[in-house]
């Protein structure tokens, strides 16, 4: 618990510098957090910091980019293994 507070925090405090790395964590955490019972650490402690519809936009956006490159390192005929963003 205190691990995943600790990384809103720092989602938080970084603003508009967010990486699709940290919303990707934040977005496991979150999967971790939701079979559990933990509503009120959640509403109090990461909720106020992290809004998940946002980390959900820059992932998404992260990964088209990605896919994009990769269809295009193809179509080149020089496959990558990873993405650079």
Request: charged share 35%; net charge positive; aromatic share 10%.
């Given at each position: 618990?205190l691990?995943v507070?600790r990384k809103a925090?720092r989602?938080r405090?970084?603003g508009?510098?967010?990486?699709?790395?940290?919303?990707?964590?934040m977005l496991?955490?979150?999967g971790?957090?939701?079979?559990?019972?933990?509503y009120k650490?959640?509403?109090?402690?990461?909720k106020?910091?992290?809004s998940?519809r946002?980390?959900?936009?820059?992932?998404?956006?992260?990964?088209?980019k990605?896919?994009k490159?990769k269809?295009e390192a193809?179509?080149?005929g020089t496959?990558?293994?990873t993405?650079?963003?």
């Amino acid at each position: 618990m205190l691990r995943v507070t600790r990384k809103a925090r720092r989602i938080r405090k970084k603003g508009v510098n967010r990486t699709a790395y940290d919303c990707r964590q934040m977005l496991s955490y979150k999967g971790w957090l939701t079979p559990t019972d933990t509503y009120k650490m959640y509403k109090t402690r990461i909720k106020p910091y992290v809004s998940f519809r946002h980390l959900r936009q820059i992932v998404g956006n992260a990964q088209r980019k990605e896919n994009k490159f990769k269809r295009e390192a193809v179509a080149c005929g020089t496959e990558m293994k990873t993405a650079v963003i």
